[in-house]
């Protein structure tokens, strides 16, 4: 409150008109990520502007401050004002906030709580948000929760088999699962486009697609869909693997290996077809 104490000593009693930013980050599980304040309840990451800042640059600074992630590929999904947006503190200063509000599926980073404006963070169900989520939260996500989820209720995922010696190569996830590399399509992206972007992204090498091997729905979690291509993918250069902060591991393993690993009953079905193969 140093930055609206100094503005109070500039206009004296009249209302403030304040803008900020917050963002709405979420996983590949369509969940929201909130924050549990310091001052009580749950809400979006974000905060005020400082001078000279743009709505973006504040939306990427605050949510950095306050979880440690970097976010990218910001996209406003609206900016909230007027009468509703009126606030009095309990020191007797009143302002008026002016909000935009972010979407973002990139992020990266070691998620951690600053311990002064952040007492935990955790991502949420749409369908089961906090009890003390903030009023002024829930108004910023109501309106788009029904796109929100609808939106990416089946979204497209193009994965890559990559055989080394007999043995492919697998990625473990956030959730200590294992799965193959690849990720979501982008607008205007090809399938195939997909899976040797998000592969050069995630392990670093360089992959020409050679035919396209699976295709079926996946149940993540319980009613969360992704809709799964597998491609057999062959390494055009060496296997020098720099792993991205998405992954915590990576591993090459044998059809004998499957059987034990913690890998998705259509993966290893993708695998088992691109070994028939060689």
Not at 6 to 24: N, Q, Y
Not at 105 to 113: C, I, L, Q
Request: proline share 3%; net charge negative; charged share 30%.
């Amino acid at each position: 409150m140093n930055y609206v104490s100094e503005l109070r000593k500039e206009i004296g009693t009249k209302p403030l008109i304040l803008t900020g930013a917050v963002v709405v980050i979420l996983n590949n599980e369509d969940q929201v990520l909130l924050q549990q304040r310091s001052t009580g309840g749950w809400g979006l990451p974000g905060g005020l502007s400082e001078l000279g800042e743009s709505l973006e640059q504040t939306a990427i600074r605050e949510v950095y401050e306050e979880t440690g992630l970097t976010v990218n590929q910001l996209k406003l999904l609206n900016v909230f004002s007027g009468n509703d947006y009126y606030i009095k503190l309990k020191n007797g200063d009143e302002f008026y906030s002016t909000t935009a509000v972010y979407i973002t599926r990139s992020f990266t980073g070691v998620m951690r709580s600053d311990g002064i404006e952040t007492k935990d963070l955790k991502f949420f169900s749409f369908d089961d948000l906090p009890i003390d989520l903030l009023k002024v939260y829930r108004k910023y996500l109501e309106p788009f929760k029904r796109e929100i989820t609808s939106s990416y209720k089946a979204p497209v995922s193009c994965k890559g088999v990559i055989l080394n010696q007999n043995r492919v190569l697998l990625l473990k996830n956030e959730r200590n699962v294992w799965e193959l590399p690849g990720g979501r399509m982008e607008p205007r992206e090809l399938p195939e486009e997909t899976v040797t972007r998000e592969i050069s992204e995630e392990i670093g090498l360089d992959c020409k697609v050679e035919k396209i091997v699976d295709a079926y729905n996946f149940e993540v979690i319980k009613d969360k869909h992704v809709f799964i291509v597998t491609y057999h993918c062959k390494v055009q250069d060496d296997f020098n693997i720099q792993l991205s902060d998405e992954h915590i591991e990576y591993g090459w393993f044998s059809k004998k290996d499957l059987e034990v690993l913690d890998l998705a009953k259509g993966y290893q079905n993708s695998i088992l077809k691109v070994f028939s193969l060689v």
